[in-house]
Nanobody
Framework: QVQLVESGGGLVQAGGSLRLSCAASGRTLSSYAMGWFRQAAGKEREFVAAIRWSDPRTYYPNSVKGRFTISKDNAKNTVFLQMNSVKPEDTAVYYC????????????????WGQGTQVTVSS
């Protein structure tokens, strides 16, 4: 079992920055891939970023590449999502997720989810 708790959401102006955190707990965390997803009102959930605890490689869709950065603090079991140059279309509930398989995370079907944190970007 993996437990995930997001924090750091809030209201930010367009062009600004925000950093989300995801505190993870559970056994064998080092075997997992971690991901961030978002879901805007009335839209489907969207993959945003992924990383493995045991690997420095990161994964992003084109919609956020160059603006968002996923990182991790292995000692604190925490994953971050640094959001820069935010746009009103980045407004959504952001979720942290985990799965053994990186490809499963990237495809949008991880096994474990956090409760989500709201990000609102004002124009």
């Amino acid at each position: 079992q993996v437990q995930l708790v997001e924090s750091g959401g809030g209201l930010v102006q367009a062009g600004g920055s925000l950093r989300l955190s995801c505190a993870a707990s559970g056994r064998t965390l080092s075997s997992y891939a971690m991901g961030w997803f978002r879901q805007a009102a009335g839209k489907e959930r969207e993959f945003v970023a992924a990383i493995r605890w045991s690997d420095p490689r990161t994964y992003y869709p084109n919609s956020v590449k160059g603006r968002f950065t996923i990182s991790k603090d292995n000692a604190k079991n925490t994953v971050f999502l640094q959001m820069n140059s935010v746009k009103p279309e980045d407004t959504a509930v952001y979720y942290c997720a985990a799965d053994y398989s990186t490809s499963t995370v990237v495809r949008g079907h991880p096994n474990y989810w956090g409760q989500g944190t709201q990000v609102t970007v004002s124009s």
